[in-house]
């Protein structure tokens, strides 16, 4: 068996991170072979990140990468439970070393990318090893890519948020600056579609259902006309005495403005109206201003959730589409693939409370 010296104990610990007391453990266990001292503490590490896996890890970064071509960019989500440990250079370090390493990726497979070969091991197993240095549960969550004949990155509140843009055109300087510009559009409007062409007819009927429903649920925002109606109806035996007097006193007083007309009812007397307009449901939908109020409304909607029809956020006439935008640099450039990472989104974070934790320690 070979002598487990001080200087082989400091190198193990260099490598792995662990323990000085570990470290030494685990050359003695491996007979002084150093790689055989490392699988052992993975080994042992594996055990310990156990304990923290169930714990929620919803902090962390984003980090992208972009291929020396300049062709192709990678982005990857690595989860940690506090933003401390996010501000980590070690973790930063691991965080976009995998960045690079997801530009080799053939899939955005996560098991797939956690067998990849990373710093003389797995990507699995580094992280393995990482979580019992670090004393925190991490994940990594996922990665994608885009490839274009130009595009642009960035990253928005120190790693909070990713973005890559990719586009076909011309390589060339104002080309990367307008996809930067729409890159930092996507990291702060958060558009879900980048073109109407991408919606389906399915999710396009839900945007238009859902338009609709909520309309007749809120009636004081219905044409006038279709309130009048309703309003007319609820004051003939739907309405209490006193919400019906508001309204006739209101009505009576030229000087008031029927916009806030709510401000003084009761919520019953909403509630019964609202009910009134869902149950003409009928009758209302088929009325040709109400379609005009539905269209209008869901059309407001897309220019919100697609980003080619969202509003250019530097444009200077505050009017000018993103589309209109990047047309006025290059009518040739044309977008490919836009991805877009924000730390933690979709998962349910924690929520703690100080004063219960306190006393269960004390307990």
């Known amino acids: 068996m070979a002598e487990v010296t001080a200087k082989m104990v400091k190198e193990l610990r260099e490598i792995t991170g662990s323990g000085m007391m570990d470290c030494k453990k685990a050359l003695v266990e491996a007979e002084g072979d150093m790689d055989q001292a490392v699988q052992i503490l993975r080994e042992k590490g594996l055990s310990k990140a156990a304990k923290k896996a169930g714990r929620i890890a919803a902090m962390g970064l984003v980090k992208t990468a972009v291929s020396e071509d300049g062709k192709t960019a990678a982005i990857v989500e690595v989860n940690s439970e506090t933003d401390f440990v996010a501000k980590n250079d070690e973790f930063i370090g691991f965080v976009e070393g995998l960045a690079k390493l997801a530009l080799d990726a053939e899939s955005d497979d996560m098991d797939a990318f956690k067998a990849m070969a990373f710093e003389g091991a797995t990507v699995g197993e580094v992280l393995t090893a990482l979580i019992a240095k670090i004393g925190e549960n991490m994940s990594v969550r996922r990665i994608d890519k885009a490839s274009g004949e130009v595009l642009a990155t960035y990253i928005h509140g120190g790693g909070n948020i990713g973005v890559i843009v990719a586009a076909n055109g011309a390589d060339n300087d104002?080309?990367?600056a307008a996809l930067k510009n729409v890159a930092m559009q996507v990291a702060a409007m958060n558009p879900q579609f980048v073109s109407r062409d991408e919606i389906s007819e399915d999710e396009l009927a839900n945007i238009r259902k859902i338009t609709l429903e909520s309309a007749l649920n809120?009636?004081?925002?219905?044409?006038?006309?279709?309130?009048n109606g309703l309003i007319d109806k609820a004051a003939a035996g739907v309405w209490g005495e006193e919400d019906t007097s508001i309204l006739a006193e209101?009505?009576?007083?030229?000087?008031?403005?029927?916009?806030y007309l709510p401000n003084f009812l009761s919520e019953e007397a909403k509630a019964k109206?609202?009910?009134l307009a869902v149950a003409a449901k009928e009758e209302i939908v088929g009325n040709k201003i109400f379609k005009g109020l539905v269209d209008g409304r869901v059309s407001k909607q897309l220019k919100e959730i697609c980003l080619m029809d969202q509003t250019y956020v530097r444009a200077e006439d505050g009017k000018q589409t993103v589309a209109q935008y990047l047309g006025s640099?290059?009518?040739?450039l044309a977008l490919?693939?836009?991805?877009?990472?924000?730390?933690g989104e979709g998962i349910e974070k924690k929520k703690e409370n100080f004063a219960e934790e306190v006393a269960a320690q004390l307990k």
């Open 336 to 343: 490919t693939k836009v991805v877009r990472f924000e730390v």
């Open 273 to 275: 109206l609202a009910g």
């Open 218 to 227: 809120d009636p004081f925002t219905l044409p006038k006309p279709i309130l």
């Open 250 to 259: 209101k009505r009576a007083d030229k000087s008031f403005n029927f916009n």
């Open 329 to 332: 640099v290059d009518k040739g």
């Open 174 to 176: 104002d080309n990367k």
